[in-house]
């Protein structure tokens, strides 16, 4: 089942910070960030393992709160740089391999 | 380039042709996966490969729609008898065999397939 990202679309002003949250109905392993400029492949940012963990990758960092299943990925002291989509993608294993089921994606417009 | 490589890029097609997308994915990576994804959707999978073997193939992959690894390195999608829905951006993903861990994957720029 597809996880839910919210909210569907963020516009900010260059040094802003958001919040994106990922949500399941379903247990979750895992949770991968991904961003996509706009006719390019998604790019990877992050994964998370297990409850409770967070990761920082500059100004983007995100927490995995197991219980709630639930991710959010906060973006602080936004650039220009930073605008795309964001997906979140839970797992499914299959074989050994790991499926990713992504969110529909939340889009995020920095501006000047 | 070391990062993951798709062919064509973009592909035109009538309906009712086939057409054929290749993926070569990073070097010594034994998993590649196949995704499809429609304009504000996020990727959706199709089919996956350990090595040479296919080893999962999504409900959403028609008996019109074919995919092989053959010697486990570069991989191909087929489509047979295209429709106007099979318009959609292809991607290929590969990540390297890691055990238990999960392992990140890595996206392709994707093939853009309009069927007119």
């Known amino acids: 089942q597809q996880p839910v990202q919210s909210p569907q679309a963020v516009i900010l002003r260059e040094g802003e910070d958001a919040v994106i949250n990922c949500s399941s109905s379903?247990?979750?392993?895992?949770v991968h960030w991904y961003r996509q400029k706009h006719g390019e492949a998604p790019v990877f940012l992050m994964i998370?393992?297990?409850?409770?963990e967070q990761k920082g990758h500059e100004k983007i960092s995100a927490s995995f709160n197991e219980k709630k299943q639930q991710s959010s990925l906060y973006l602080t002291a936004s650039q220009l740089s930073y605008s795309g989509t964001y997906f979140c993608?839970?797992?499914?294993?299959?074989?050994?391999?790991?499926?990713?089921?992504f969110g529909q994606g939340t889009r995020l417009t920095i501006n000047p | 380039d070391t990062g993951v490589s798709q062919d064509p890029r973009h592909k035109i097609t009538k309906r009712g042709q086939n057409v054929t997308f290749r993926c070569d994915p990073i070097?010594?990576?034994?998993?590649l996966y196949w995704y499809r994804q429609t304009l504000g959707q996020g990727p959706e999978f199709l089919t996956y490969?350990?090595?040479?073997?296919?080893?999962?193939k999504s409900r959403l992959l028609s008996d019109r729609f074919s995919a092989e690894r053959p010697k486990g390195s570069f991989s191909t999608l087929e489509i047979q008898r295209t429709e106007q829905g099979d318009s959609a951006m292809y991607l290929c993903?590969?990540?390297?065999?890691?055990?238990?861990?999960?392992?990140?994957?890595?996206f392709g720029p994707g093939t853009r397939l309009t069927v007119l």
């Open positions: 993903a590969s990540s390297p065999l890691a055990g238990l861990s999960t392992d990140t994957q890595y």
């Open positions: 379903k247990a979750l392993y895992s």
């Open positions: 998370l393992l297990k409850g409770g």
């Open positions: 993608g839970t797992e499914r294993t299959v074989q050994g391999a790991q499926k990713l089921v």
């Open positions: 070097s010594e990576h034994n998993r």
């Open positions: 490969f350990q090595n040479e073997a296919q080893l999962e």
